[in-house]
Nanobody, 117 residues
Framework: VQLQASGGGLVQPGGSLRLSCAAS????????MAWYRQAPGKQRELVAGITSGGSTNYAGSLEGRFTISRDNAKNTVYLQMNSLKPEDTAVYYC????????????WGQGTQVTVSS
């Protein structure tokens, strides 16, 4: 599984961005796709996830501002981020999880999101 993330950038507080993550390779084996983020000096944390069946989950503090979705025809997962705050500044990583007898995690290259005036 290969993941290509895009869509990061500089945005003012209160603005919006949409991140995209295009998957290729053994796509049919993916059980969950998710977005994580890592701010400077902090641990990587889950932002949102979406299962192959379309069920979603969010970090509690982000639900309502962030929306994860998927376009199966394009093998792409999106993260719509609204009402962005400076504390949302981080590198955002796309993740794909494959569950067989083991759990395999695949990561995209990360895309920088900076929220600043």
């Amino acid at each position: 599984v290969q993941l290509q993330a895009s869509g990061g950038g500089l945005v003012q507080p209160g603005g919006s961005l949409r991140l995209s993550c295009a998957a290729s390779g053994s796509i049919a084996s993916i059980d969950v796709m998710a977005w994580y983020r890592q701010a400077p000096g902090k641990q990587r944390e889950l932002v949102a996830g979406i299962t192959s069946g379309g069920s979603t989950n969010y970090a509690g503090s982000l639900e309502g501002r962030f929306t994860i979705s998927r376009d199966n025809a394009k093998n792409t997962v999106y993260l719509q981020m609204n009402s962005l705050k400076p504390e949302d500044t981080a590198v955002y990583y796309c993740n794909a999880r494959v569950v067989t007898s083991r759990i395999y995690n695949y990561w995209g290259q990360g895309t920088q999101v900076t929220v600043s005036s």
